[in-house]
């Protein structure tokens, strides 16, 4: 009866918090029913076509102290590192040669990157490489620094809201973090024209069947381009290095359900995924993903962008992950594809360019 449920969503119906939470509750015998509806929604959509983000750690500065996060500014133990302007187009440059077309600067909130400079970086990037597309995810800033970014050509933003429970924000968070500014920050960056990405962490401590069912119905209104959601994995230099960590079999199920409502949305099967379980990332694609990111930051910083223990891929060069990739996704009958892979909104097939 559960699986008339798994029908509606997958009819385009939506479903109230009552009923993902009765979906949610019984994943166990509902996991291969989502995973299949969610890949055929995604193949009527995207076809068996999975599109890479090659990501670029600029940077593992930060000004925060989120409780479940490695670089966390508390974190002394890390060791620190910030690439320059021509390092970050270095690698883009090496992903481009690989087959990216989409490059994702990702950091801590590193106020060193000031407007201008990061701004000057993803002019660079774009002037080199006109067909591709520049996400940046860079926590919270001012409208005025996203209206800037934007402007300077970056097209895309991932910044995952984490949780949509206020109380839940709260303890993963310090007290100079609000729920209020990081609902702020997505909202504007999507009244400035970006391609939005958010997303939550799957089993962070304190986080309830309920707040799932409450994610689901989050997703749904907000309508991102992009989800974002992996296990929570504990770090040993955090607050949370006890906290038990989140079950990869739930964010697949996770996955699926996404996937069913919002059928089009781009969905990674994250690396935080491939950490909690060897073939996460495959199982990912098999539940309805649709996204790998690859790391293209240089070998040598990689093992210092550390959000989590046990981190995968953190020794590789970015042409052996990606030729990795190619061989485990194989098996799953898809395949990836290189261009921009931009959001479908008009619901027929996108564009290769
Ligand atoms: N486990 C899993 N994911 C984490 N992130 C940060 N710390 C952890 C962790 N310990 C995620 C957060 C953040 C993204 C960049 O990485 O959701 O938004
Ligand atoms: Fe860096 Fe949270 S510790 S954003």
Do not use: W
Not at 144 to 168: C, F, P, Q
Request: glycine share 10%.
């Amino acid at each position: 009866m559960y699986k008339d449920l798994l029908q509606k969503l997958a009819k385009g119906e939506d479903l109230n918090k009552e009923e993902y939470l009765l979906l949610i509750g019984n994943r166990e015998s509902l996991r291969t029913d989502a995973a299949e509806a969610a890949c055929r929604v995604r193949n009527e959509h995207y076809g068996r076509r999975v599109f890479i983000r090659g990501l670029v750690e600029f940077t593992n500065y930060c000004r925060n102290n989120c409780n479940y996060c490695g670089i966390r500014a508390a974190n002394s133990e890390l060791s620190r590192y910030r690439l320059t302007g021509s390092e970050i187009t270095e690698c883009c440059d090496i992903g481009y040669g690989l087959g990216f077309r989409t490059f994702v600067l990702q950091g801590g909130e590193d106020m060193y990157y000031t407007d201008d400079i990061l701004a000057e970086i993803v002019r660079q990037i774009k002037k080199s490489h006109p067909d591709c597309a520049v996400t940046l995810s860079v926590g919270e800033r001012s409208r005025e620094s996203y209206r800037i970014l934007r402007e300077a050509g970056a097209d895309r933003y991932l910044l995952r809201h984490e949780t949509v429970n206020r109380d839940h924000y709260k303890s993963l968070h310090p007290d100079t973090m609000s729920y209020d500014n990081r609902m702020r920050c997505l909202y504007d960056l999507k009244e400035l024209g970006y391609q939005v990405g958010c997303g939550f962490m799957v089993g962070s401590p304190g986080q309830t069947e309920d707040d799932l069912a409450d994610e689901l119905l989050f997703i749904r209104g907000f309508k991102p381009e992009m989800v974002g959601i992996g296990p929570f994995i504990p770090h040993h230099d955090t607050p949370y290095s006890e906290e038990k960590a989140g079950s990869a079999e739930l964010t697949l199920f996770l996955l699926s359900l996404i996937r069913l409502t919002l059928p089009d949305v781009l969905l990674p099967a994250t690396t935080a995924l491939g950490t909690a379980d060897p073939l996460g990332r495959e199982k990912g694609i098999e539940a309805g993903a649709n996204v790998l990111m690859p790391n293209l930051s240089p070998s040598g910083v990689r093992k210092k962008y550390m959000l989590y223990d046990n981190k995968i891929c953190t020794g590789d060069e970015a042409a052996a992950c990606i030729s990795c990739l190619k061989m485990r996704i194989s098996r799953t009958g898809c395949e990836i594809v290189t261009n921009r892979g931009d959001h479908n909104k008009n619901g027929g097939m996108i564009n290769e360019i």
